[in-house]
């Protein structure tokens, strides 16, 4: 979390753009432009992004706070491509930090293409279990200062204790339009039963699999003749939309539902 207070105006670059001079916590003075959009986006004098505000703000003294994002994956990362690159567009919140469960997977690889610091803890590979798994990323966690977790096709089941300690900070996709077809292989027994519409949801994470409360949902038709992997991609695709706008709400600490 980046916190700090507006010290003056600097320059009225025109009717929308502004430069202000903010003094950060450990007291280094920096010139920021603000966009006054209907979100105003906080962002220094190399282009980075640093915070958002409604069209009032910022006022001299204000504090600002943004919150770090980490994306967990498992495989090939599409949804956390998505997630990076709706960040750096829309600039609601920062992605801070990848993690990784498998070393040598294409998420990976993306990750660090989008300059994202990445870390891998393979569960297998640490002595003493998941708990030491889970201790070494809640270590990095607390060392990129991380405020929000997204599960991006993160495919290990993280711990009661370590769900516990992130409540209410920790998101999740899951393929299916929940509560229906938690768990594992979700396309497949929506093909067995013959359903005619599918999709995704965006969670937040508890100690009981796919169950914590819904943020955001995304319906996909099935059509005649459907093929899982159609209906993989199909769903996929919708992902890419549903996460990042869910994540976007979420950051503004907005609770209304997406619907797509
Ligand atoms: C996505 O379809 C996501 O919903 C799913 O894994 C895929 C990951 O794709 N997650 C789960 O099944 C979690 N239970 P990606 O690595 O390309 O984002």
């Not at 943004?66 to 709706?86: D, P, R």
């Not at 919140?93 to 040598?104: E, F, G, H, I, Y």
């Not at 997977?105 to 990445?118: E, F």
């Not at 089941?157 to 900070?169: P, T």
């Given at each position: 979390?980046?916190t700090?207070?507006?010290?003056?105006?600097?320059n009225?670059?025109?009717?929308y753009?502004?430069?202000?001079?903010?003094?950060?916590n450990?007291?280094?003075?920096?010139?920021?432009?603000?966009?006054?959009?209907?979100?105003?986006?906080?962002?220094?004098?190399y282009?980075?992004?640093?915070?958002h505000?409604?069209?009032?703000?910022?006022?001299?003294g204000?504090?600002f706070?943004?919150?770090?994002?980490?994306?967990?994956?498992?495989?090939?990362?599409?949804?956390?491509?998505?997630?990076?690159?709706?960040?750096?567009?829309?600039?609601f919140?920062?992605?801070?930090?990848?993690?990784?469960?498998?070393?040598?997977?294409?998420g990976?690889?993306?990750?660090?293409?989008?300059?994202i610091?990445?870390?891998?803890?393979e569960?297998e590979?640490?002595?003493g279990?998941?708990?030491n798994?889970?201790?070494?990323?809640?270590?990095?966690?607390?060392?990129?200062?991380i405020?929000?977790?997204?599960?991006a096709?993160?495919?290990?089941?993280?711990s009661a204790?370590?769900?516990?300690?992130?409540?209410?900070?920790?998101l999740n996709?899951?393929?299916?339009?929940?509560?229906k077809y938690?768990?594992?292989?979700?396309?497949?027994?929506v093909?067995?039963?013959?359903?005619?519409l599918?999709?995704c949801t965006?969670?937040e994470?508890?100690?009981?699999?796919d169950?914590?409360?819904?943020?955001?949902?995304?319906?996909?038709?099935i059509?005649?003749?459907?093929?899982?992997?159609?209906?993989?991609s199909r769903?996929?695709?919708?992902?890419h939309i549903?996460?990042?706008?869910?994540?976007?709400?979420?950051c503004?600490?907005?609770?209304d539902?997406?619907?797509?």
């Amino acid at each position: 979390m980046l916190t700090g207070t507006f010290e003056s105006i600097r320059n009225v670059v025109s009717l929308y753009r502004v430069y202000y001079n903010l003094i950060s916590n450990d007291g280094v003075s920096t010139d920021y432009l603000i966009d006054h959009s209907s979100i105003i986006y906080l962002i220094d004098s190399y282009g980075n992004f640093v915070t958002h505000f409604n069209h009032e703000s910022p006022v001299r003294g204000e504090t600002f706070v943004t919150k770090k994002v980490a994306i967990f994956i498992s495989g090939s990362g599409s949804n956390m491509v998505a997630l990076v690159k709706s960040m750096h567009r829309l600039q609601f919140a920062l992605p801070t930090l990848v993690v990784s469960n498998k070393r040598d997977v294409s998420g990976v690889i993306k990750a660090r293409n989008l300059q994202i610091p990445t870390v891998c803890v393979e569960a297998e590979k640490v002595a003493g279990c998941d708990f030491n798994f889970e201790a070494s990323i809640q270590k990095e966690l607390e060392n990129y200062k991380i405020d929000i977790i997204c599960l991006a096709g993160f495919m290990k089941v993280l711990s009661a204790r370590f769900v516990d300690f992130w409540q209410g900070k920790i998101l999740n996709i899951h393929p299916s339009l929940l509560p229906k077809y938690k768990g594992l292989n979700t396309h497949e027994r929506v093909l067995e039963n013959n359903e005619e519409l599918t999709g995704c949801t965006v969670h937040e994470v508890t100690g009981k699999l796919d169950c914590g409360r819904i943020l955001g949902q995304a319906t996909v038709p099935i059509f005649p003749d459907d093929s899982v992997d159609a209906i993989k991609s199909r769903v996929l695709e919708k992902e890419h939309i549903l996460y990042p706008k869910t994540l976007q709400q979420f950051c503004l600490g907005r609770s209304d539902l997406v619907i797509m």
